[in-house]
């Protein structure tokens, strides 16, 4: 399937029609076990777990092959979902952790505004990342349960945050029309910054394969939602994509390639490094 020419508008590489609408999809970043990728996705009712294979990664598969190995029926419309690094199909993992089903709280953050991001880092697992509307992002010790570190995007509403697997000294964050990027050792402040959506930035996610390449997409309207790929090194997107409107956003451990959530579809797309 290949990379989009730079700059120009084009579909996604795969699709693979749902039963529901899909609010939020995720990539598990881990090493999973197996031949595929686990991917997770929720919907009003429900969570999907399925494991995917793509060409661009085993020659033996034709396009993609998406297996559902089992779906989670909840009561209430999934909004957000996380992988643990202990999630794999060859084997239970030797410890299990939890959820104290009385609600008892291990930490408790006060924020100053409504959170918008919560980002682990396998690097850094003793530490959180909180990012918050009013446009601040602070690290939080989980020991001390105090803020160690925070970045300031110096204007408003700041929409989402990520904490950049492939380096863990890089944070992006999308806020107002504008994407926006941190070397935490450097400064409070970000280092780099560009307008992208024209209307309002929604989401960013880092690659978890390239620590320069990341995507954005911005507010829906009636219709779509425009899905951008960025490079660090491209003055322009890399990819421009639009799809139907949806929820999530996520990319692959391994492959160039983010999937986003629709009505009753993901759709994966396929860009270059």
């Not at 682990?120 to 349960?145: N, T």
């Not at 997409?217 to 799809?243: D, N």
């Not at 692959?252 to 983010?258: F, I, K, Q």
Request: one cysteine or more; proline letters at 5%; charged letters at 20%.
């Amino acid at each position: 399937m290949g990379g989009g020419v730079e700059g120009g508008n084009r579909g996604p590489s795969y699709t693979v029609t749902c039963e529901d609408y899909v609010h939020v999809v995720e990539f598990s970043p881990f090493e999973s076990g197996s031949a595929g990728s686990l991917l997770a996705y929720g919907g009003n009712l429900f969570v999907v777990v399925a494991v995917c294979r793509f060409q661009e990664e085993d020659l033996e598969v034709e396009g993609l092959e998406f297996d559902t190995l089992r779906v989670f029926h909840h009561g209430v419309r999934i909004d957000t979902l996380a992988w643990s690094p202990e999630s794999r199909l060859d084997k239970l993992p030797q410890v299990i952790r939890v959820w104290d089903l009385d609600g008892n709280e291990t930490a408790l953050f006060k924020l100053r505004s409504p959170g918008m991001s919560v980002c682990w880092h396998p690097a850094e697992v003793l530490k959180l990342m909180v990012a918050e509307k009013r446009g601040a992002i602070r690290f939080y010790d989980l020991v001390s349960q105090q803020a160690i570190l925070s970045l300031d995007c110096g204007q408003i509403p700041l929409m989402s945050a990520d904490w950049c697997l492939a380096n863990s000294i890089k944070v992006g964050a999308v806020v107002g029309t504008d994407w926006v990027i941190w070397d935490v050792t450097r400064s409070s402040y970000p280092q780099r910054k560009k307008p992208c959506h024209v209307d309002r930035a929604r989401l960013f996610r880092w690659s978890r394969a390239n620590e320069n390449l990341f995507s954005t997409t911005g507010c829906p309207g009636k219709i779509s939602s425009q899905l951008l790929v960025h490079h660090l090194s491209h003055p322009q997107p890399v990819m421009i994509g639009s799809s139907t409107v949806g929820g999530g956003l996520s990319w692959h451990r391994s492959l160039p390639l983010c999937v986003t959530g629709g009505d009753r579809k993901l759709s994966f797309w396929m860009t270059e490094m």
